[in-house]
């Protein structure tokens, strides 16, 4: 097994954060052990991609555009593109469309990245992944709430 | 630490710790890259998502298997739902590490039980081995010889 990091997340903290959700009720002990080492290979992802922006970008650090654009254009991200909507893009250079790596869905991720204004909305169709309609319904949940 | 935290109440901005990110985040990145602060900060609220998005879909799963409690193979059917299948193998191995702990941690309860000692009296014993401690501690600190 391999012990990567010796770094670890706050097993108790990551219980908190879930039960932020309130239709989110009991947790088993392991539950949020699971979540910690799943949220640890996420980070590892997309730091792995943004760096690869960066590089791309013939930069030496990280910026926010960088993680941006990553975000946009990895399929297994996309229930991030909202979080990322206010983030300046990163200053320098044609960021490299990544055909491959973990997109999911190679010619609707390149087409999205590549694409302009036109070609956004049938891209975001063909790419909606079923984490992005489960962003949808909760948005539309919470609206709802506030509304009341 | 924030102060609704203490009062037990509903904190929204609860987040990950900065430090323990900033930690991992070094451990991480390739020797010849750095991170802006705000990167990382960002980087904090996708993890924050990441944590609701599969909470959410796991909590759905468990509903669907008419449990009340969230369970690691919930977690795990989760995980394939939402397209991050390639992390199940390593996902699996933490649980059976974990399940291991829990025996040793058993283990060592049993072990405890043997020493014949009720809790008040395994209290009293490490304070006063607590005691004695500070007793050195203060001697050490103060060599009038």
Known sequence: MQKKYRTKFPVARIKKIMQLDEDVGKVAQATPVLISKALELFMQALIDESVAQTRAAGGKRVHAGHMKQAILITDQFDFLRETVQDVEDAPVGAAASRGGGRSRKTAAAAAAAAGEDGSDEAAEEVAAAPATKKRALRRKKLAAEEAA | MSSSDLAGGIDEDLSLPKATVTKLVNEMLPDDISCAKETRDLLIDCCVEFIHLVSSEANEVCEKDSRK???????????????????????????????ESQKEREKRGKRMEKTGMTDEEMARAQEEMFAQARLRMQQSSQPNQ
Do not use: C, M, N
């Not at chain 2, 397209?83 to 699996?92: H, L, M, S, T």
């Open chain 2, 69 to 99: 409690t969230i369970g690691p193979e919930h977690v795990i059917t989760a995980l394939q739902r939402l397209g991050f299948e390639d992390y199940i193998a390593e996902v699996r191995d933490s649980w059976d590490e974990h399940k």
